[in-house]
């Protein structure tokens, strides 16, 4: 009679099914160079996504420019009268400036694979700038937005409208730098200072 706790069948000294016989490539390797490639495969959609987020924004950015100073319509229909509209358009010049920059910049590093400036100060530059940038932005939409809102209550007209547009431009471009910082932040945060 066996035991049910003892195994029913034998295996011969020699047989190759011992784990310690089996020859296996080694695992360390195979890990190591997929893990390379999947992280130069995150770094390059990183750095394309980076160079999307800003060329969209710079677009937008330009849009809003050419939209708000294109906006005089005679009489009270000026956008130089109104001091919102004003600071919407000098933000909307700063960040058509320095996206167009930072666009050509990663367009000539990704064409040249080599950077101009180190990849530590470029890091803190992109993310420094973006945050203020898109923080300018923000701060410009919020401020024209109430006085295209009373100007619609009165009268709909082209002049509100193009504000209305220039707005929309520029909260836009407000979100795609806002994703720019976030990537930049991670870029950031995965530098090694050694």
Known sequence: MTNSDEPTHKTDAASPKDPADVETPTPGLELGVSAITRRWKRDDL???????????????????????ACNKHGDWKNFDNYEEYRYLLAIAILSTLYTGVQASRHVNALRNAKQ?????????????????VAYLLI??????????????????????????????MSFFAFLLLAISALISGYKLSTQSYI
Request: proline content about 1%.
């Open 116 to 132: 101009m400036v180190d990849q530590r100060i470029s890091a803190m530059v992109d993310f420094v700038g973006d945050q203020v």
């Open 139 to 168: 701060s410009s939409v919020s401020a024209a937005i109430p006085l295209t809102n009373r100007m619609r209550e009165g009268q709909d007209n082209v002049f509100t409208d193009s504000s209305a547009w220039s707005i929309s």
């Open 46 to 68: 990183l750095k394309k996504g980076s160079l999307f987020a800003r060329g969209f924004a710079f677009f937008l950015s330009l849009l809003s420019f050419i939209i708000t």
